[in-house]
């Protein structure tokens, strides 16, 4: 059966670095293509047609997202979205390193490949949360993570915990290195949970908007002895903890330990951007605005910054070189994906989740953390 790249090139003559950089990023809609071509100008320098690629789907593309594509491509018009994931010591693709580029390809489709079993982790009612401004992304994932662990069932959803806590704990009683500036690893926000545990939000409610001078927003009689000692008595010790830094393994641990431990993982990825607009990355492209649908990094980018997401289930996909597609939990609210699912896409996730191919996370993930 032909994948999309193999029908898209039915429709238009690419040429084979076209074809190449179309299977890199793992595009699987016209969307995807628009999304690509828009964000990634620096293509253009290594024969990536985007002029004729443009003009080409455009007329396949439906007129609700190329209004969002409109409006998105265009960087000082795109809303600013806070991550926080940092480059742990040692891992692989550190600040700045470079996608290469793929050798030419033919538009043939590669064979299939071996898939699991379906895995989606996600309960109901359980609201995506928002990091606001704030490098948070971290306290959000593992947060997510622990509101899911404890969760013994029941119709008003998984607990409600503290960010503010964890992320105030991790940058005074951690060892993070850097706790007056924004981002950390999940190395310290699993010692946080083992060491401090973590409170329900209502005892220290998150605040998305940044206090000049105080990263981590403690003081002010925040926290208070009743909440430090609510935390102690829900700490929290790590399953599996891992920094990745050669290439491989990734998708299999992840996988491993959803089908394992039933229980879901927080993880950080680099993010991808294009050299010549900062502000262009894989991560905010129209389709992932709209879709959740997040490109795999084509050559010419580059690591700009990190980002990290609660990994809540796995979709196989016989033609995604890995086998699937892992749906995560995002921590942009719900503006982020708001038009999910993605028509014709019967896996693709709701509002506020997204998916990530297993290539992505076996070749670039730098870190994972269940609890």
Same mark, same amino acid.
């Given at each position: 059966?032909?994948?999309?790249?193999?029908?898209?090139?039915?429709?238009?003559?690419?040429?084979?670095?076209?074809?190449?950089?179309?299977?890199?990023?793992?595009?699987?809609?016209?969307?995807?293509?628009?999304?690509?071509?828009?964000?990634?100008?620096?293509?253009?320098?290594?024969?990536?047609?985007?002029?004729?690629?443009?003009?080409?789907?455009?007329?396949?593309?439906?007129?609700?997202?190329?209004?969002?594509?409109?409006?998105?491509?265009?960087?000082?018009?795109?809303?600013?979205?806070?991550?926080? *994931?940092?480059?742990? /010591? @040692?891992?692989?693709?550190?600040? $700045?390193?470079?996608? %290469?580029?793929? =050798?030419?390809?033919? !538009? #043939?489709?590669?064979?299939?490949?071996?898939?699991?079993?379906?895995?989606?982790?996600?309960?109901?009612?359980?609201?995506?949360?928002?990091?606001?401004?704030?490098?948070?992304?971290?306290?959000?994932?593992?947060?997510?993570?622990?509101?899911?662990?404890?969760?013994?069932?029941?119709?008003?959803?998984?607990?409600?915990?503290?960010?503010?806590?964890?992320?105030?704990?991790?940058?005074?009683?951690?060892?993070?290195?850097?706790?007056?500036?924004?981002?950390?690893?999940?190395?310290?926000?699993?010692?946080?949970?083992?060491?401090?545990?973590?409170?329900?939000?209502?005892?220290?409610?998150?605040? *998305?908007?940044?206090? /000049? @001078?105080?990263?981590?927003?403690? $003081?002010?009689?925040? %926290?208070?002895? =009743?909440?430090?000692? !609510? #935390?102690?008595?829900?700490?929290?010790?790590?399953?599996?903890?891992?920094?990745?830094?050669?290439?491989?393994?990734?998708?299999?641990?992840?996988?491993?330990?959803?089908?394992?431990?039933?229980?879901?993982?927080?993880?950080?990825?680099?993010?991808?951007?294009?050299?010549?607009?900062?502000?262009?990355?894989?991560?905010?492209?129209?389709?992932?605005?709209?879709?959740?649908?997040?490109?795999?990094?084509?050559?010419?980018?580059?690591?700009?910054?990190?980002?990290?997401?609660?990994?809540?289930?796995?979709?196989?996909?016989?033609?995604?070189?890995?086998?699937?597609?892992?749906?995560?939990?995002?921590?942009?609210?719900?503006?982020?994906?708001?038009?999910?699912?993605?028509?014709?896409?019967?896996?693709?996730?709701?509002?506020?989740?997204?998916?990530?191919?297993?290539?992505?996370?076996?070749?670039?993930?730098?870190?994972?953390?269940?609890?």
């Amino acid at each position: 059966m032909p994948d999309f790249v193999e029908r898209i090139a039915q429709q238009i003559a690419l040429n084979p670095t076209e074809i190449a950089i179309l299977r890199q990023t793992g595009v699987r809609s016209f969307e995807d293509v628009e999304s690509l071509v828009s964000n990634f100008p620096s293509l253009q320098a290594v024969g990536v047609r985007l002029p004729f690629l443009s003009n080409a789907v455009r007329s396949s593309l439906s007129g609700h997202f190329l209004a969002a594509a409109n409006s998105l491509s265009i960087p000082h018009t795109r809303p600013t979205l806070r991550r926080g *994931g940092r480059h742990p /010591p @040692g891992a692989r693709w550190a600040a $700045g390193a470079a996608v %290469p580029l793929p =050798a030419p390809a033919s !538009a #043939a489709a590669p064979a299939p490949v071996a898939t699991p079993a379906a895995i989606d982790l996600r309960v109901a009612p359980w609201p995506v949360r928002d990091q606001g401004q704030r490098g948070t992304c971290v306290a959000f994932s593992t947060t997510a993570c622990a509101e899911l662990r404890n969760f013994a069932g029941g119709p008003n959803g998984p607990p409600d915990y503290s960010e503010q806590f964890l992320y105030w704990d991790i940058k005074t009683n951690t060892g993070d290195p850097q706790p007056n500036q924004d981002g950390t690893y999940l190395q310290f926000s699993r010692d946080a949970l083992s060491n401090d545990g973590i409170c329900a939000e209502s005892m220290w409610p998150y605040v *998305g908007t940044p206090i /000049p @001078g105080n990263i981590s927003q403690g $003081g002010g009689g925040n %926290p208070s002895a =009743a909440t430090i000692a !609510a #935390a102690k008595a829900s700490r929290i010790t790590a399953t599996a903890y891992q920094v990745f830094n050669t290439p491989g393994g990734g998708a299999a641990a992840v996988l491993n330990l959803l089908q394992t431990n039933r229980r879901p993982v927080a993880i950080i990825v680099p993010v991808f951007s294009d050299p010549a607009v900062p502000n262009n990355d894989n991560w905010s492209t129209a389709s992932a605005w709209a879709y959740g649908r997040i490109l795999n990094p084509p050559a010419t980018s580059h690591v700009s910054d990190g980002h990290s997401v609660c990994v809540v289930g796995f979709e196989p996909d016989s033609t995604e070189a890995n086998g699937g597609y892992f749906i995560f939990r995002n921590s942009w609210d719900v503006s982020w994906a708001y038009a999910a699912p993605a028509p014709g896409n019967s896996y693709s996730p709701e509002r506020g989740y997204g998916d990530i191919s297993a290539t992505y996370i076996e070749d670039y993930m730098w870190e994972l953390l269940q609890i």
